[in-house]
């Protein structure tokens, strides 16, 4: 994601807990750019198997105040993702994490 913006220009995250129907909205720099960190090292391998989530987190990413990225990151380590801004076969994926990725830096929002 970040080879096609620059971080700076992320105007905010929204992440919606899906069993809850909870929705945090971070606009602060410091936190946005966390939450990037947080994904930045995450390595992913390309899968179309899916295991039985019991939480999902849908997240949006706002850039230059429109929607740009949308993710569904589930709780066994799969991650959807989606560049809105693109319309060919590369525009989106279904990935399972191989890296290590704490889900709690996500689910510790809703706090």
């Known amino acids: 994601m970040l080879d096609q913006i620059d971080e700076t220009e992320i105007t905010s995250i929204e992440i919606e807990k899906s069993l809850v129907d909870e929705k945090v909205v971070i606009e602060d720099p410091k936190e946005i750019e966390k939450i990037i960190y947080a994904f930045s090292d995450v390595k ?7 295991d039985k989530s019991t939480e999902t987190y849908w997240i949006s990413i706002i850039v230059n105040n429109s929607l740009r990225f949308g993710m569904n990151l589930t709780d066994t380590n799969f991650l959807y993702v989606t560049d809105l801004d693109k319309k060919d076969k590369y525009s989106s994926g279904n990935f399972r994490m191989t890296s290590d990725f704490d889900v709690d830096s996500i689910a510790s929002l809703f706090k």
């Open 44 to 50: 992913l391998r390309r899968s179309s198997a899916l």
